[in-house]
């Protein structure tokens, strides 16, 4: 990144980022940490509480919970989420709000100036952006920051922050470019997190050993789910129960948040590791009003969820089923090249009637002829191949029944560009799209 006059717009600085660095992932923390040991941010944790967020699935609801929960028991908060639907604002929440563009841009001013403050270090977009959010957080610390690990763990930037609490949600493969097929070796890769003598709470019952082997090794104490805790139940009415090292909870008739209640259980018990001391009613305002974007999303007919993996897909496949509905389920899908599309396919078919496919562009994109190649494999009734996402919803919505449903799924990007083109034909649902640069740069 040169040293010409900085951007004074959050769209210009988005820009510049793109162009920065060679590479678009770069895993690795000699860089970022030293940038971060200039700008201050190792002299003191940025909160008076820390608790990071890793996993290959349920990352986002997890954060979006733990948020919730701790705003509904009194404490400030900051989130550090990555990537964005249609806003680059969405990656840092203050106290629940969305960072104005104002806050972003004096992060970055303070990330370029400590980065070419002697030997200039490159660095970037993730990097950037992560050392941005954190200096943001640090200014005026609050009572708990949620930091979401981007990709992997160990070598992701938001590694260099020593969390109170470190929670991995799920390991399952994605990302094998960056890491690789073999699931243990992901496991340490997610591990890497966890830290001596800190709490690690382990949010699935199909973690790979890799995961506790590490905790062990490190001397972290483990609170797995089904053993240190657990949930009961299904939908609304399920109990918690939990621990700590000075107390055991339980919490009944809880609300359904519509999302994960695994992840659920894992932010609870988390919040309680992390030393507030959980209020039935508190826990049960915030599970019921909690609401994600892109996850499980309703708008009328639509579902919209970012899933992208097999095992994302499992999850969506059983919640349209335990969700019947009188007509067909169409699913719109729009995928990456790098992204196991015979796992997805496989893994919604049981809940879809037919498919509409969506080309995506940029470097990584498959193009509906691709998909169509996949879906013939396995069988499936294919309605249209779009040019985007946004054209094919124009095509399908024009063919709906009005008991029937459409499922948008595959990708981040695919989601966003439904998202947008729901909310421009449908203006007071909201604002539309903006800063929408590189939004899905570690999925």
Known sequence: ??????????????????????????????????????????????????????????????????????????LTTATYTSPHLLRYNERLRLDGRQADDATLIAGFEAVETARLKGEPISLSYFEMGTLGALWAIARQPPALAILEVGLGGRLDAVNIIDPDVAVITTVAQDHAAFLGNDIEGIGREKAGILRPGRPAVLGSTTLPASVADVATTLGAPVYALGEAFRREGDGEGWRFW????????????????????????????????AGVSLEAAACRR??????????????????????HNPHAAAYVAQRLAARPCAGRTVALIGML?????????????PAVDAWVLASLEGERARSADDL?????????????????????????????????RVLVCGSFFTVAAVL????????SAGPTAGHATRSEEAR
């Open 372 to 404: 169509a190649e996949h879906l013939a494999r396995q069988g499936a009734t294919l309605w249209h191949r779009g040019d985007s996402p946004a054209e094919a919803a124009d095509w399908l919505s024009a063919r709906l029944a009005p008991e029937d």
């Open 242 to 273: 939990g621990q700590t090292p000075a107390e055991s909870k339980s919490l009944v008739d809880l609300p359904d948040p519509e999302l994960p209640l695994d992840n659920a259980a894992t932010a609870l018990q988390a919040l309680a590791l």
């Open 1 to 74: 990144m040169s040293e010409c006059a900085l951007p004074t717009t959050l769209p210009a600085w988005l820009t510049r980022l793109e162009a920065a660095h060679p590479v678009g992932i770069d895993l690795g923390l000699d860089r970022v940490a030293e940038v971060a040991r200039r700008m201050g941010l190792c002299e003191a944790p940025p909160a008076a509480r820390v608790i990071t967020v890793a996993g290959t699935n349920g990352k986002g609801s997890t954060v979006a919970m733990l948020e919730a929960l701790a705003q509904a028991h009194g």
């Open 337 to 349: 090249a790098d992204k196991d599309a015979d796992g997805v396919i496989a893994a919604l078919a």
């Open 420 to 427: 947008a083109w729901h909310q421009a034909a449908a203006p």
């Open 286 to 307: 915030a599970l019921a009003s909690v609401r994600l974007p892109g996850r499980m999303q309703w708008l009328g007919p639509w579902c919209l969820d970012v899933g």
